[in-house]
């Protein structure tokens, strides 16, 4: 059981276990051979308000936080798949933002953590 955040412009690696983006938008410069994805979970992703309110601010990331987390909460269906995965390997969350700390990424393995600890 391991969740793991990885900036999608770094190599894949065997101990990724299950790739998934969870960003809303393709990363630039990114071919779909290159991500070697096993699935793209764009609805899982910040609403677009969200996102553009954010505006990857490092001020604003603790609001981003609540609000995204608020976000989650009424999305069990997409939020149960993930936490399936994380059960039974390890589930690498990947994301394009260049700031490692704050980014949805980060928000989302913290709210599958506390998932997998109730």
């Not at 999608?8 to 070697?36: C, F, H, N, T």
């Not at 399936?84 to 390997?89: I, K, L, M, V």
């Not at 933002?97 to 913290?110: F, I, P, R, S």
């Amino acid at each position: 059981m391991t969740i793991r955040t990885k900036r999608i412009y770094e190599e894949p690696s065997p101990d990724d276990g299950r790739r998934v983006l969870v960003d809303r938008l393709w990363p630039r410069g990114v071919s779909k051979e290159q991500a070697q994805l096993d699935d793209w979970h764009k609805e899982i992703a910040p609403s677009e308000e969200l996102r553009e309110w954010f505006d990857h601010d490092p001020e604003r990331f603790g609001g981003f936080r609540e609000r995204y987390r608020d976000e989650l909460a009424d999305r069990p269906e997409l939020v149960r798949d993930l936490l399936d995965s994380a059960r039974s390997g390890t589930l690498t969350l990947l994301y394009a933002a260049t700031d490692e700390q704050h980014n949805n990424a980060v928000v989302l393995a913290e709210y599958l953590d506390d998932r997998l600890e109730e």
